[in-house]
């Protein structure tokens, strides 16, 4: 399988070393990592401790026949990354969006129209970016992809690599799954500059649930029922991580957030269903003014 990783950070690159195993991988990042990687291979830490040789570039300039697209940029970077492959894609290139967001999938379509195959997968993997050619992976889980004729290959050749590949009837209701536990985990951690496992705070209890009640309202307009107990489950399943979340780790960077296509799209889906978000759409606010302010911690009153 000949696979371009399309925006490899810490996601991307975590998938792009384990494919580099079994197939023909090219990772497609920011000039400082693919330098790196190009002249001491990608070190990948944590998990997993490994140097994978890789070959790594800062652009493409020709798709391999039947490309296996892995869009694993974040969801702000997704028009410009499509829009410098476009013209390489036809029938049998597959773009895999391995994204958060809600239907983030639907900015390639606009950008792709019918030239390719556009599926969604939902990664369950946690990984952190350290420096230019070092990822640490905090968490190997699962990849559930949309269902198609194409699925079934992919997915087995992501098991063969250590990705667990599962082929999902359901994609919908995954998405909005990991949407919720993105809004809930993603914003908090962020405000509060704690790891992730800090999210079951009883403390943080009230303000969870007012975000998953305005999420579920939302949902449910959308045609996805989501379980009563999300809070519950949220904190159950990430209690243990120590990983940062990836707002947390764009703020840091001074990077632009992901938060207009979590909380913020759900605020923006809601008012299209006469669906009122106030908590969302002032965790977006929050987000947005942090981002402005570069991360920065406010002084200390004298």
Known sequence: ???????????????GAKLSTHHDVVLVARPAHADAITRDGLRVTGA???????????????????????LTCKV???????????????GDTTILCVQNGLYSENVVKSVVGDRCLVLRAITHFGAIFRTPGVVELKVSAATRIEDSPRSRAIADAFTACGLDGQVTTRIKDEMWQKVVVNCVINPINA??????????DPRLRPLKQLIVDECRAVAARDGVDLAADFVDAIDRVYAPS???????QDLLKGRR????????????????????????????TIIKAMERAGATPPASPS
């Open 48 to 70: 997993d401790d490994r140097v994978y040789r890789v070959r790594a570039v800062t652009h493409l300039d020709r798709l391999p026949e039947r490309a296996l697209i892995v």
């Open 191 to 200: 405000i509060t500059r704690t790891e992730v496992g800090a999210i079951a």
């Open 242 to 248: 120590k990983n940062l979340s990836s707002m947390q």
């Open 1 to 15: 399988m000949h696979v371009v990783i399309l925006g490899a950070g810490a996601i991307g690159s975590i998938y």
């Open 76 to 90: 702000s970077d997704t028009r410009d990354a499509i829009d410098g492959v476009r013209h390489l894609t036809n």
């Open 257 to 284: 957030t992901e938060i207009d296509f979590l909380n913020g799209a759900v605020a923006a889906l809601g008012a299209q269903y006469g669906v009122e978000c106030p908590v969302n759409q002032a965790m977006t």
